[in-house]
């Protein structure tokens, strides 16, 4: 059993600063790409920040510059730091990963609980 475990979201106002994480835990034999994605009422899941194992990093237009997604605890967790929010900013992140169970290698994608991140004007 693989569970995400996401910490670290609340209540900020416009301008400031959050830092989220997630740790994977549970039967795994290899961590692949850990993102974030988030979804504000009304709109589909989009994708925010994408870290691979090797460190490359992928961030969607609108939060380039102000966050930063990296990696820690032996891969095995992933945190974003968020800058300079906006009331925009608002939305439930979940966190993702794809993970190989077992030796066999094979791929499955695992999603967090999700974590609210409300930004006020």
């Known amino acids: 059993q693989v569970q995400l475990v996401e910490s670290g979201g609340g209540l900020v106002q416009a301008g400031g600063s959050l830092r989220l994480s997630c740790a994977a835990s549970g039967t795994i034999f290899n961590i692949n790409t850990m993102g974030w994605y988030r979804q504000a009422p009304g709109k589909q899941r989009e994708l925010v920040a994408v870290?691979?194992?090797?460190?490359?990093?992928d961030y969607a237009d609108s939060v380039k510059g102000r966050f930063t997604i990296s990696r820690s605890g032996n891969v095995k967790v992933v945190n974003l730091q968020m800058n300079s929010l906006k009331p925009e900013d608002t939305a439930v992140y979940y966190c993702?990963?794809?993970?190989?169970?077992?030796?066999?290698?094979?791929?499955?994608?695992?999603w967090g609980q999700g974590t609210q991140v409300t930004v006020s004007s």
């Open positions: 870290i691979t194992t090797g460190g490359d990093t």
């Open positions: 993702h990963a794809d993970i190989s169970p077992f030796r066999d290698n094979i791929n499955w994608a695992y």
